[in-house]
């Protein structure tokens, strides 16, 4: 084998992993709204949210008492998040040509409205919302939720 | 405390256990979900599995709390209620995303009379949002070969691209692209001259 084989191997196997880390960290939303302290928890590191901010699967969100931020996912699906909240995005997934689509959100506390998108208009209750109590299925359109803090004695 | 009425018959106060003074020590903390109607009226609906049971929601402002003990309870909330509750958190929401269509004149890259008024609407409606992503995508009738219509409809494209970046929107957040007459508006013959074909779709989100 040549050296300039080896090279090329070398070549395509760099891009090889560049595209499938670039489809294992895709953008499925963009953060348009953030307001107070909002934080989101990626591989293990915390960042400050900021407008404009690509947001991926496994994304954690967090506000303080002031904080709220409003993301658009590629689905055209609206996602905001209250003051004191922690939610995070389990799964993400649409296919632009046939709107077909997964997406599982988790509220552990605080508050959340939303918009569903055309993931749902093509399969309702593709979009879930979990709950430490309940999994809630959108068959259309705009609802909210409200997960609050245990009372302890 | 904040009490949420209108359950029917029994008369049964819904308490939202946030901003209830009273301690609580079940195995869960209430949850709330809720269905809003939408900006144009349209109601929508969700449903609410917990615990074994499942739950529709399908009018404006139906709820079902989950109580502490687990129970679930339906009932109805106000406007009034959602704006105090939700409020930061609705006014957080993206803006809807749009889409408008504007006309070209035949063979070329220049709006109709009536299109270049209703770009000055697109552009305030641009305006008011904070971070606005634009695709534009061109299309044209049937007159003419299908590699010129392709050129064409990126051209009508790319100019309305360039009138969004003049105006002051960040350059790589308008994307331009051209589908030749491969998405007619109105289905034609080959070679026939419609008006409502020569187009682009400017979808803002």
Redesign the interface.
């Known amino acids: 084998m040549s050296a300039r084989s080896t090279v090329i191997k070398v070549f395509v196997a760099g891009v090889f992993a560049l595209a499938s880390g670039a489809v294992a960290a895709q953008d499925i939303g963009?953060v348009?709204?953030a307001?107070g302290t909002v934080m989101v928890e990626r591989a293990g590191t915390s960042q400050p949210v900021k407008?404009?901010m690509a947001i991926k699967t496994s994304d954690k969100i967090t506000t303080g008492a002031d904080g709220?931020?409003?993301?658009?996912f590629t689905d055209?699906s609206?996602?905001?998040?209250?003051?004191n909240s922690v939610f995070s995005i389990e799964k993400y997934s649409f296919d632009s040509t046939t709107h077909a689509g997964e997406f599982e959100g988790s509220l552990k506390?605080g508050?959340?409205?939303?918009?569903?998108g055309k993931m749902v208009k093509q399969a309702p209750?593709s979009m879930k919302i979990r709950?430490?109590?309940?999994?809630?299925?959108?068959?259309?359109?705009?609802?909210?939720?409200?997960?609050?803090?245990?009372?302890?004695? | 405390m904040k009490r949420f009425t209108g359950l029917g018959a029994a008369g049964v106060l819904l308490i939202l256990?946030?901003a209830c003074a009273a301690?609580?020590?079940?195995p869960?903390?209430?949850?709330?979900?809720?269905?809003?109607?939408?900006k144009e009226g349209?109601?929508?609906?969700?449903?609410?599995?917990?615990?074994g049971s499942s739950r529709v929601?399908?009018t404006a402002y139906g709820a079902q709390l989950?109580q502490?003990s687990?129970e679930m309870v339906g009932g109805k909330l106000t406007e009034a209620d959602?704006r105090a509750?939700?409020g930061?958190?609705?006014?957080?929401?993206?803006?809807?995303?749009a889409s408008f269509i504007l006309y070209f004149l035949e063979g070329k890259d220049e709006l109709t009379v009536e299109s270049k008024k209703e770009l000055e609407r697109v552009f305030i409606e641009l305006a008011r949002?904070?971070?606005p992503?634009i695709v534009v995508i061109g299309h044209t009738d049937t007159v003419g070969s299908g590699p010129f219509n392709d050129k064409l409809s990126l051209q009508r494209a790319e100019r309305l691209r360039e009138m969004m970046v003049f105006m002051g929107l960040a350059a790589e957040r308008v994307q331009a692209a051209g589908r030749g007459e491969r998405e007619l508006l109105v289905p034609t013959e080959d070679n026939v001259s419609e008006p409502r074909n020569r187009r682009v779709e400017i979808n803002v989100?």
């Open positions: 963009q348009k709204v307001k407008v404009g709220s931020a409003g993301i658009t055209n609206l996602v905001s998040v209250g003051p506390k508050k959340l409205a939303a918009v569903s209750e709950t430490p109590s309940a999994v809630m299925g959108v068959r259309g359109t705009e609802f909210v939720v409200q997960v609050d803090e245990p009372k302890s004695n | 256990a946030a301690p609580k020590t079940g869960v903390a209430p949850e709330l979900f809720a269905v809003l109607p939408s349209k109601v929508g609906s969700i449903v609410v599995n917990s615990a929601i399908d989950i502490p687990g959602v509750s939700f930061s958190t609705l006014q957080a929401l993206p803006g809807r995303p949002r904070p971070l992503d989100r």
